[in-house]
C-alpha cells in the first residue's frame, strides 16, 4: 500500500488568492495524478505526471498548474482563486506498468 | 469513447443483508476494471482489481465482484453488510487511451446501510 500525503486536508479562502496544495508520496512512484471532484461526482483529471520535469493536462480543463521537480512531490497551484475552484482535490500516484493508482486524503478547498 | 455506468446512484439496505452495485463499462480496447470505496471525508481506497485470469475477485472487507466481458460488466457483491460499510463506491475502469494509460470513473454508487 502507497504511502501518499496531501496538505491542506481543508482549506477555506477568499477570491484572488494563490495557493498551493501539497501532494507527496513515500513510495517512489514515477507516475502522480491530480483529479477534482465535486460532491456526489465522479473524479475528473486535471493533471499527470510520468516523472520529474514532465507534467500534462488531462482530460478536465483547469485554470491550476502542476510541478514535477522531485519524485516524490507533485503539488498543485492556484494563482488566483475563484469560487468555481471550490472542490476536493485528490492526487495519486502509480507505478509505472502497473494500473493501480493509490490515492491521498484529499483537499477540500472553498473559495469565498 | 470509452466510459463507465454506475447503475444505482444510491443504494439503501439493511444491515446483514447482501448487497449488489452495479457497474458497467464500454471499450474498445483491452480494460482492467477496480472498484474504490470512499469513506466521508477521505480519499479512496482500493477494494479490488481485475487484470486478468479468474474473473471471479476477491477484494478486502468481504467484498467480491465478477467480471463478465460478454455484458460488459463489472459488479461488486457483498453477502452480509455492515453498518461500517456505508461509503460512496466507485467503479473505474484503466486501459491504454490516446497513448498514455488512464483511468476513468463512474460516478459513484452511495451504500447507505440501516439498522
Known amino acids: 500500500e502507497a504511502d501518499i500525503y496531501q496538505t491542506p486536508r481543508y482549506l477555506v479562502i477568499g477570491t484572488g488568492k494563490k495557493i498551493t496544495l501539497e501532494c507527496s508520496q513515500t513510495?517512489?512512484?514515477?507516475?502522480m495524478y491530480w483529479y477534482q471532484q465535486d460532491p456526489g461526482m465522479e473524479l475528473h483529471l486535471i493533471h499527470y505526471?510520468?516523472?520529474?520535469?514532465?507534467?500534462e493536462k488531462g482530460d478536465l480543463s483547469s485554470e491550476s498548474t502542476v510541478s514535477r521537480i522531485r519524485t516524490e512531490h507533485f503539488p498543485l497551484t492556484l494563482e488566483s482563486a475563484r469560487p468555481s475552484h471550490t472542490s476536493q482535490y485528490l492526487c495519486?500516484?502509480?507505478?509505472?506498468?502497473?494500473?493501480?493508482?493509490?490515492f491521498g486524503p484529499g483537499t477540500r478547498l472553498l473559495v469565498l | 469513447a470509452q466510459s463507465v455506468t454506475q447503475l444505482d446512484s444510491q443504494v439503501p439496505v439493511f444491515e446483514e443483508a447482501p448487497v449488489e452495485l452495479r457497474c458497467n463499462y464500454s471499450?474498445?480496447?483491452?480494460?482492467?476494471l477496480f472498484w474504490y470505496v470512499q469513506y466521508p471525508n477521505q480519499g479512496l481506497q482500493l477494494l479490488l482489481k481485475?487484470?486478468?485470469?479468474?474473473?471471479l475477485v476477491k477484494g478486502i472487507n468481504g467484498f467480491e465482484a465478477e467480471f463478465n466481458k460478454s455484458q460488459t460488466s463489472f459488479h461488486l457483491r457483498k453477502p452480509s453488510v455492515h453498518i461500517s460499510d456505508t461509503a460512496e463506491y466507485f467503479c473505474?475502469?484503466?486501459?491504454?487511451?490516446?497513448?498514455?494509460?488512464?483511468?476513468?470513473f463512474g460516478a459513484g454508487t452511495r451504500l447507505a446501510v440501516h439498522p
Open positions: 495519486a500516484s502509480s507505478l509505472p506498468g502497473e494500473e493501480t493508482q493509490y
Open positions: 513510495m517512489g512512484h514515477d507516475k
Open positions: 505526471s510520468y516523472g520529474v520535469n514532465s507534467t
Open positions: 471499450s474498445s480496447v483491452s480494460v482492467y
Open positions: 481485475y487484470l486478468s485470469g479468474s474473473t
Open positions: 473505474a475502469v484503466s486501459g491504454l487511451y490516446g497513448g498514455y494509460n488512464k483511468l476513468i
